[in-house]
T-cell receptor, first 111, second 109 residues
Framework: DAGITQSPRHKVTETGTPVTLRCHQTENHRYMYWYRQDPGHGLRLIHYSYGVKDTDKGEVSDGYSVSRSKTEDFLLTLESATSSQTSVYFC??????????FGPGTRLTVL | RKEVEQDPGPFNVPEGATVAFNCTYSNSASQSFFWYRQDCRKEPKLLMSVYSSGNEDGRFTAQLNRASQYISLLIRDSKLSDSATYLCVVKGNTDKLIFGTGTRLQVFP
């Protein structure tokens, strides 16, 4: 299995609070991604990074920001969490065109 | 129309059966194709890439039809451990993947 960890694995928070999710890799892969997975929607890309300090938006980026100050870490921040951001969040990494490898996921509940 | 469409299932099959899933995609410029497997409450895992000439990995066979824009996955001699959701995934000329919503397979004894 690819060396990807996510923290926290579960989080319950209240509407309006900031939340930061962390993705850490030990594979030295260039690309890192954040997805959310909701019933009926499949996996949807939030943001991605193609190198340190290089990030771009995905299809559902509103309400989210990211930062990548080191190759191994990619942070996803919900500036002010809303109930619609209750979801399972997956981080993924890739180096080439052979596909992406996913972390174990973070279950976030916003009350 | 969704960019990648799959029959959600569930497909309920007995052990030993052969089962096939299809997936259609809308972007004719798509360049890479994959099948992922996702167990309940787990992360997706890459099952296999799909090549133009078709490819096989043990009991799994994947095929691509670019003219009709569909991808298929065939599982032979189904095992109980094959029970999972199978995600069809398409990539264009960037590194972004587009995921289908998945087809659920349940193999029963």
């Amino acid at each position: 299995d690819a060396g990807i960890t996510q923290s926290p694995r579960h989080k319950v928070t209240e509407t309006g609070t900031p939340v930061t999710l962390r993705c850490h890799q030990t594979e030295n892969h260039r690309y890192m991604y954040w997805y959310r997975q909701d019933p009926g929607h499949g996996l949807r890309l939030i943001h991605y990074s193609y190198g340190v300090k290089d990030t771009d938006k995905g299809e559902v980026s509103d309400g989210y920001s990211v930062s990548r100050s080191k190759t191994e870490d990619f942070l996803l921040t919900l500036e002010s969490a809303t109930s619609s951001q209750t979801s399972v969040y997956f981080c993924a990494i890739s180096e080439s065109r052979v596909g992406q490898y996913f972390g174990p996921g973070t279950r976030l509940t916003v009350l | 129309r969704k960019e990648v469409e799959q029959d959600p299932g569930p497909f309920n099959v007995p052990e030993g059966a052969t089962v096939a899933f299809n997936c259609t995609y809308s972007n004719s410029a798509s360049q890479s194709f994959f099948w992922y497997r996702q167990d309940c409450r787990k992360e997706p895992k890459l099952l296999m890439s799909v090549y133009s000439s078709g490819n096989e990995d043990g009991r799994f066979t994947a095929q691509l039809n670019r003219a009709s824009q569909y991808i298929s996955l065939l599982i032979r001699d189904s095992k109980l451990s094959d029970s999972a959701t199978y995600l069809c995934v398409v990539k264009g000329n960037t590194d972004k993947l587009i995921f289908g919503t998945g087809t659920r397979l349940q193999v029963f004894p």
